[in-house]
């Protein structure tokens, strides 16, 4: 099957990331996803743009201001993640932590955003020091699993899954990373098992959705794939959701980009 054999280079670029994985705000007032704001939802005033261009430009200016605002960074970084800048957002995100040695919220944001950037390695090392071992954050471990993943290190990757998974049981997002660190290996009925139990849980979210549907159609079957895509959803985003999980089998590259209405099977932001 097509499909099956351009795997590795269709799940590579894809695997999950921040965008199912929450980082505790501490001291900032929550609990926010790192894709989303990685906490800086909580420094927001009600008439902080919510469009991420307008975002760019009112925290842009905040922190040229104060490059010491660590807030300001945090939501510049991420305003600049959500419109494609994602160099400039490690700039800015660096120069944050240099300014704020040792905060670990910086650190979080800024390991995220070298993961973005495709610089696996030193996000590795940055997220390795945004929590401790007498202190390890489940969210953090998940996403250094991704960053091995993505560098084809997937035995290490799946020893910090499952040191996730015992902080935080059964946690949705930590095993649909699992199930795609098990397909970038081809053990589509490990990764369809995993991708299952994440489905099944109570925060289970759309992009699990496709992932799981992604793996029974690699496999073969597609009509159990679509049933699944297509399941509870609306008319018509349940088609566009059939129509983008075939052309992610068929394309020979991989799906690059993600269309809102279909979520892609595994994404970075």
């Keep these: 099957m097509r499909g099956q054999s351009n795997l590795g280079r269709l799940a590579a670029r894809h695997v999950v990331s921040a965008a199912v994985v929450a980082i505790v705000a501490a001291g900032l007032g929550?609990?926010?996803?790192?894709?989303?704001?990685?906490?800086?939802?909580?420094?927001?005033?009600?008439?902080?743009?919510?469009?991420?261009?307008?975002?760019?430009?009112?925290?842009?200016?905040?922190?040229?201001?104060?490059?010491?605002?660590?807030?300001?960074?945090?939501?510049?970084?991420?305003?600049?993640?959500?419109t494609g800048q994602r160099a400039q957002a490690c700039a800015v995100l660096e120069q944050a932590t240099i300014a704020n040695p040792g905060n670990r919220l910086l650190l979080a944001a800024y390991g995220r955003a070298l993961a973005d950037n495709g610089n696996s390695?030193?996000?590795?090392?940055?997220?390795?020091?945004?929590?401790?071992?007498?202190?390890?954050?489940?969210?953090?471990?998940?996403?250094?699993?991704?960053?091995?993943?993505?560098?084809?290190?997937?035995?290490?990757a799946r020893r910090y899954y499952a040191?996730?998974?015992?902080?935080?049981?059964?946690?949705p997002s930590v095993l649909s990373n699992l199930g795609l660190s098990y397909m970038l290996t081809k053990d589509l009925p490990k990764a369809e098992e995993t991708l299952r139990r994440a489905y099944a849980g109570a925060r289970s979210d759309g992009r699990i959705r496709q992932n799981l549907a992604l793996v029974v159609g690699l496999q073969g079957r597609f009509t159990e794939a679509e049933s699944i895509v297509k399941a509870d959803l609306p008319?018509?985003?349940?088609?566009?959701?059939?129509?983008?999980?075939?052309?992610m089998l068929n394309r020979k590259d991989g799906p690059r980009t993600a269309s809102k209405s279909a979520p892609v099977v595994a994404q970075d932001d």
């Design 30 to 82: 929550g609990c926010q996803t790192m894709s989303d704001v990685t906490g800086s939802l909580a420094t927001r005033t009600p008439s902080a743009p919510d469009d991420p261009h307008r975002a760019a430009e009112v925290y842009g200016e905040r922190y040229r201001k104060n490059p010491k605002d660590v807030d300001a960074a945090l939501a510049y970084g991420q305003a600049l993640r959500a």
């Design 121 to 156: 390695q030193a996000a590795f090392d940055v997220l390795s020091r945004a929590h401790s071992p007498d202190n390890p954050d489940w969210r953090i471990l998940s996403v250094q699993g991704t960053t091995l993943d993505k560098m084809g290190r997937h035995d290490e």
């Design 163 to 171: 040191s996730a998974l015992r902080i935080a049981p059964d946690e």
């Design 235 to 247: 008319p018509g985003e349940a088609e566009a959701n059939v129509a983008y999980l075939r052309d």
